[in-house]
């Protein structure tokens, strides 16, 4: 297995929380930290200021999290420049993915004009990512575009592994009935970037969705089989980064953090002892 290094997910300590949620996750052991697209703004005038934070917590940036409108046709433009701002901001940074999401429930199966659409955003987005050194990847969100195999089959089809690679979350593809371990042997030459989180066992399929309450439950207490994931991934020869997610634990952020970090190192099989 390549390098492999765990980093944290900064949503859960809010918007204001950055220098917080850096502190609090270099002082738990991680090495990396993903942001919300949203961050760009704050620093985009500032990287320095950026780097510095991340420096003194001994962090690097795994990745920005965008989340955008993918079958709007006539707003295709605009989220193609968003992304690509991003994109400029984590590749001057020197390390990062750009992950993309489909950020609006989808009522009915996308359609063949949504299929084009989103294919033509996504590789002008992944252009625009190469150029400044940096992986796009799509994370597929349940109830969000592509939530099946099928879905997430005809999107590898129709994006050239070059421009667009792929990003998975446990949470949401278990959510989604699938197997996490399957996909990761199916998608091995494109997956860049996992999320690790975890889901309730409990959520019926048409009510599956990340953002209602009681969908993650506390890290290593769901029906996230991460041992099985772990050994998958160690059998593929990942590399690349993990990124811890606690997004929706009732616990403090911190102290979701570093329950997830000891159950990783105990329990994962990546960091034997």
Not at 10 to 37: D, L, N, Y
Not at 73 to 89: G, L, Y
Not at 239 to 250: K, P, Y
């Amino acid at each position: 297995m390549g390098d492999v290094n765990l980093s944290c997910y900064a949503a859960p300590w809010g918007s204001e929380g950055a220098i917080k949620a850096v502190t609090e996750m270099g002082e738990c052991g991680f090495g990396g930290v993903e942001f919300p697209a949203e961050v760009v703004r704050r620093f985009e005038d500032r990287l320095h200021v950026f780097e510095e934070i991340l420096d003194t917590a001994g962090l690097r940036l795994s990745s920005l999290y965008q989340s955008l409108n993918l079958v709007n046709k006539e707003k295709a433009d605009e989220q193609v420049e968003r992304a690509a701002n991003s994109a400029r901001f984590a590749g001057a940074t020197g390390h990062g993915n750009l992950m993309v999401s489909h950020g609006v429930l989808m009522d009915s199966p996308p359609s063949e004009d949504d299929w084009l659409t989103v294919g033509a955003i996504l590789e002008e987005i992944g252009c625009r990512c190469r150029d400044f050194g940096i992986n796009l990847c799509f994370l597929p969100r349940t109830r969000h575009l592509v939530d099946s195999e099928r879905d997430l089959k005809r999107l590898m089809e129709i994006t050239n592994p070059d421009n667009v690679s792929l990003g998975l979350d446990t949470a949401e593809i278990t959510l989604a009935g699938l197997d996490p371990s399957k996909l990761i042997k199916t998608y091995a030459s494109r997956l860049k970037s996992i999320r690790f989180r975890d889901a309730s066992a409990s959520k019926k399929r048409a009510d599956a969705t990340s953002s209602r309450p009681g969908s993650t439950p506390q890290f290593g207490r769901g029906a996230v089989k991460f041992e099985a994931v772990t050994k998958t991934l160690l059998d593929i020869k990942y590399d690349g980064w993990i990124t811890v997610d606690v997004s929706g634990e009732s616990v403090p952020p911190r102290d979701a953090a570093l329950n997830a970090y000891r159950f990783i190192l105990r329990r994962s099989g990546l960091y034997p002892y």
